[in-house]
């Protein structure tokens, strides 16, 4: 069973940088599609950046492009997302999860269904 775990949030403000990352165990084992993913009080939930972990593709949403980054080190089993000049409209529960690619035909999105996801690590852009 994998378990997602998140960490690298907290309070920073506007034009700040974060970097949270999500560690499991087996994402070395495997091959996932893991995203990374927010949802701000009173907002639904949305996709930020996502990453294959066995071959690095990746893909921003819009509204952080140019500014979010995701990557990956597979030796630690941990995924990152760098976050810079961060805004307060960033503020959100950031959540990582994961789910697992059995078949080259299984794309990585964002609209699939993910199994396993992390208990979320809070991110405040504030001054």
């Known amino acids: 069973q994998l378990q997602p775990v998140e960490s690298g949030g907290g309070l920073v403000q506007p034009g700040g940088s974060l970097r949270l990352s999500c560690a499991a165990a087996?994402?070395?084992?495997?091959?996932?599609?893991i995203g990374w993913f927010r949802q701000a009080p009173g907002k639904e939930r949305e996709g930020v950046s996502l990453?294959?972990?066995?071959?690095?593709?990746?893909s921003t949403a819009d509204s952080v492009k140019g500014r979010f980054t995701i990557s990956r080190d597979n030796a630690k089993s941990t995924v990152y997302l760098q976050m810079n000049s961060l805004k307060p409209e960033d503020t959100a529960v950031y959540y990582c999860?994961?789910?697992?690619?059995?078949?080259?035909?299984?794309?990585?999105?964002?609209?699939?269904?993910?199994?396993?996801w992390g208990q979320g690590t809070q991110v405040t852009v504030s001054s």
């Open positions: 999860a994961a789910y697992r690619l059995t078949s080259v035909f299984i794309p990585c999105t964002f609209f699939r269904p993910y199994d396993y």
């Open positions: 990453i294959v972990n066995s071959d690095g593709r990746t």
């Open positions: 087996g994402f070395r084992f495997n091959s996932y599609c």
